[in-house]
Structure formats: C-alpha cells, structure tokens
C-alpha cells in the first residue's frame, strides 16, 4: 500500500478507500481539494498532532513601537505568555537582586546547597508579581497581531527580542508524515463520502437504463454516522486538554 507523502497522493488514498478507480466517485476536484481542506482545518485545531509548542523570538522594530503590538507568522494558532520583559527586578546591572544571590550564594556548587538559591528565587518571582505583575497579552489568530499591553516606548527597545511562548500549525507540505496520520485520513475519506452522498441526493429518484436508481441519502447518511464518529474519537482521545491560552 503506498503511504501518502503529498496532498496529491493523499487525495488518490481517500479516493481509493471510497472504491475508485473500480467505481466512480462522483465528486468534483474542487470539491475534493474543498473536504481536505477542511479535514486539515479541523485537524491543525483539535488534534494534539496538529500543532507544536515552540518559543518564537521576535526582534522589536520600530513598527511594533508605533503600532503597539507584534504581527505573528499566520501559522501561529496562539499564544500562552510572553516570557519576562525587562523590568526594575530583573534590570541587568551589579545591583540586581538575582546577580547577588548568584554573587553569594553561587560562587561554589560543591560546597554549598542550591536549596537556598531556589527559595530565594521563589521569593524574587513572588515580589515580581506583586510590585510588577505580568504583561496582560491580547491575541487574535485571524489578525495576526500580538498585543502586549505595555509602555511601549519605555518597556522595551528596538533591537530588543521579545520570547514567545506560543502553537504553531504543522504545515505538511514541510512535514509529509502528516499525511499519513490515521485519523486525518479517516476524517477526510468521511467528509469525501459524504460530499459524494450529497452530490447524488440531487438525482435521488431517477432510473438509470437497467432500472438502476442513486441511492444518495444512503452514502450521505453512512458517511454523516462515520463523520460523528471520528469526531467523537477525536475529542476523547487525539485532543489535548483545555489550557490558559489567548487565540
């Protein structure tokens, strides 16, 4: 059995599921090209294979000042926070309270514990919060832009890079073995099956020579079963639990 390795091969495998090239499957190539579209769509959204976790670091321009928020790449499905913004706590210089706990209390693992280092750091992160709190962030997948709500012509400068922790979509065209994945390739042979379905609802009731009828209620009733099906198994078992996340 060839594995599906491109959009191209990918169409031919649900194709061939559904019966062709034994028996025609009466659906348009746009329509088809359509259904997959949308498999993809629902696969980059809710299975946990759809998506990667990865740290984006962006370079503040000039633009980001004047707007006020960053555009993000479009396969960039959300946000969770941006990492620490410079501020008075954590300002780099010989009076910073992490370079003295570092200074005193880090000057030789082998003769002392790191214990008190760690509570010393909880203790930091806690005044952080209190006295600076954390960046509110704003963002809209559909947009694009990442708003920080900052100062921005005091928090941050040009040149400066801005961490963000964040999802991004797993485009296929870069990573093949996405086609291959066993439930996409369910889900879009159901949503082709039943697009063919509806397709020979139009003609229900008219007779072919031979006294042969469409049965297309019956195709797109099956597939619309199968369709929930999946998507049932998609929510219960390939779905990543709810997390605090913005888009």
């Not at 659906?27 to 990865?54: C, M, N, P, W």
């Not at 992160?125 to 209190?130: F, G, N, R, S």
């Not at 870069?174 to 139009?202: M, S």
């Amino acid at each position: 059995m060839a594995t599906p390795t491109s959009r191209s091969t990918f169409k031919d495998y649900c194709l061939r599921r559904l019966g062709s090239p034994v028996i025609d499957i009466n659906v348009d190539e746009e329509q088809t090209q359509d259904r997959i579209d949308d498999a993809l769509s629902k696969f980059r959204d809710y299975h946990y294979d759809g998506t990667e976790r990865v740290l984006i670091s962006h370079e503040v321009t000039q633009t980001d000042k004047d707007n006020g928020y960053i555009t993000l790449e479009e396969d960039v499905v959300g946000v969770i926070r941006v990492l620490d913004i410079g501020d008075a706590i954590n300002a780099s210089n010989l009076f910073n309270i992490r370079y003295q706990i570092h200074l005193n209390d880090l000057f030789d693992f082998s003769s002392s514990s790191y214990v008190s280092y760690v509570m010393a750091m909880r203790h930091v992160e806690t005044l952080e919060e209190i006295f600076v709190g954390s960046k509110p962030i704003r963002f809209n997948r559909h947009k694009d832009q990442l708003h920080i709500d900052m100062q921005w012509s005091e928090d941050v400068a040009v040149g400066e890079y801005i961490i963000i922790d964040g999802y991004k979509t797993l485009d296929p065209e870069v990573y093949a073995d996405v086609w291959n994945d066993p439930w996409l390739k369910k889900y879009a042979t159901a949503l082709i099956k039943r697009q063919w379905g509806e397709n020979l609802k139009k003609f229900e009731g008219m007779q072919l020579p031979g006294g042969i009828q469409f049965n297309g209620q019956k195709i797109w009733e099956e597939a619309t079963e199968e369709i929930n099906k999946i998507e049932e198994e998609l929510n219960s078992t390939h779905s990543l639990p709810v997390m605090d996340m913005v888009g």
